[in-house]
């Protein structure tokens, strides 16, 4: 079984990822958030410094891109290859109108031939390898049936699916009877995305799917990221233990960056919305929130956290 990390834009950071490979297990794969390009054509800076070897020293990552043509592919493709990855990701599930609008992230699943036309160029030129991680469709989940026994025609090293179409943003559930449908039109090594929160969804969703050997997880890791561990290794914190690891996840992630950005104010928006996941996880983490939201300096903010976990 593999348990891989999602790429979570602006959360699964390098900071987030070497602060979990330090205080977590389980993560066997980690996939760092899309490289995009700027209107002239270069990419942008923070995915670009994001996979940085030298900020993912101990990690397996894979660089994910958004791309519409063969010449934006290329420009990022090169870039990761450059660095010294063999893998590429593409991301065909970002779900957002201003994004599918221009045929990118889930807007080109409802024009299939547009995709293999994409395809057929690409991959003959193409020397790493190339993955997909994809909704079921743009407006319905209905749209993969179509490409994805097409997609068994090309040398894809992976098919990662986000079992909802894109037009449901994160709302409503996941269609495991379409997901059910896809492990039989696909020869690809496939992975299951979407709404793992609880080591019983997960048995849930095994059972169900007995040939699935991948597994993705976003938003329940950074709300427990202790999850990856109690699935693959049924290691269940007692409270105590795992409050203690959230303050040395803190840590962590609050020296990776004050040492990018010595801005204390950076570093106080970041470590705000990552404990606005982080405190779900506990009993008081709507009290703990709440002042850690109201904090007005890092110092401030670390001192709640050590009050509310240390305590
Ligand atoms: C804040 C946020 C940012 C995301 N950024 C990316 C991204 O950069 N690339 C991507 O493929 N998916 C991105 N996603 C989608 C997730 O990778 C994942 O497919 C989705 O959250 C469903 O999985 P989950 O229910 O385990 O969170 C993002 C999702 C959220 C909520």
């Known amino acids: 079984m593999q348990l891989a990390l999602a790429p979570l834009q602006t959360y699964t950071d390098y900071h987030f990822r070497n602060a979990h490979i330090a205080i977590f297990k389980g993560v066997d794969k980690f996939y760092a958030p899309y490289l995009k390009l700027n209107n002239d054509g270069t990419i942008k800076n923070a995915p670009k410094i994001d996979i940085l070897p030298e900020n993912n020293p101990r990690i397996n990552i894979i660089p994910q891109l958004m791309a519409c043509s063969e010449q934006e592919f290329f420009t990022m493709s090169d870039y ?96 495991h009877e379409r997901f059910m449908e896809c492990i039989s039109l696909t020869n690809h090594s496939l992975t299951y995305n979407g709404d793992i929160t609880t080591n019983e969804e ?34 269940i914190d007692s409270g105590d233990v795992y409050r203690n690891k959230l303050m040395l996840l803190s840590e962590h992630l609050t020296n990776s960056l004050l040492n990018c950005n010595p801005d204390r104010g950076y570093a106080l928006s970041k470590m705000k919305s990552y404990w606005e996941y982080l405190s779900e996880s506990l009993s008081d983490g709507n009290q703990l929130y709440r002042k850690v939201k109201k904090a007005k300096d890092i110092t401030e903010l670390t001192d709640h956290l050590q009050y509310f976990l240390l305590d």
């Open 80 to 175: 990761i290859e450059d660095l010294g990855y063999s893998e590429v990701n593409w991301n065909m599930g970002c779900p957002y109108p201003m994004v599918t609008n221009r045929n990118l992230g889930a807007g080109i699943l409802n024009k299939p031939s547009d995709l293999f036309k994409l395809f057929d160029t690409i991959f003959p030129k193409l020397k790493i390898g190339l993955g997909v991680k994809m909704r079921m469709g743009l407006e319905s989940t209905a749209e993969i049936l179509e490409i994805l026994p097409r997609l068994n025609d090309y040398p894809l090293t992976e098919i990662i699916i986000h079992a909802r179409y894109a037009k449901q943003l994160y709302n409503g559930g996941c269609d």
């Open 202 to 235: 997960f048995d849930f969703l095994r059972t169900k799917f007995s040939t699935v050997q991948s597994w993705m997880i976003g938003r329940g890791a950074m709300v427990n990221p202790g999850l990856f561990e109690e699935i693959k290794f049924g290691t």
